[in-house]
């Protein structure tokens, strides 16, 4: 599967296949970390 890189240059790969593979806790915790890492980004 190809890699899922945001404008930001976030990957969400881990993410999508966190999400494919029905893991909602990992996803949710990867969520608040790619979250977390974007937000020094925000305005």
Do not use: F, H, N, Q
Request: aromatic share 4%; glycine share 4%; proline share 5%.
């Amino acid at each position: 599967m190809a890699m899922l890189i945001s404008a930001e240059g976030m990957d969400y790969t881990r993410l999508r296949e966190m999400l494919a593979a029905g893991k909602w806790r990992e996803a949710d915790e990867e969520t608040t970390r790619v979250m977390l890492a974007l937000s020094p980004l925000l305005p």
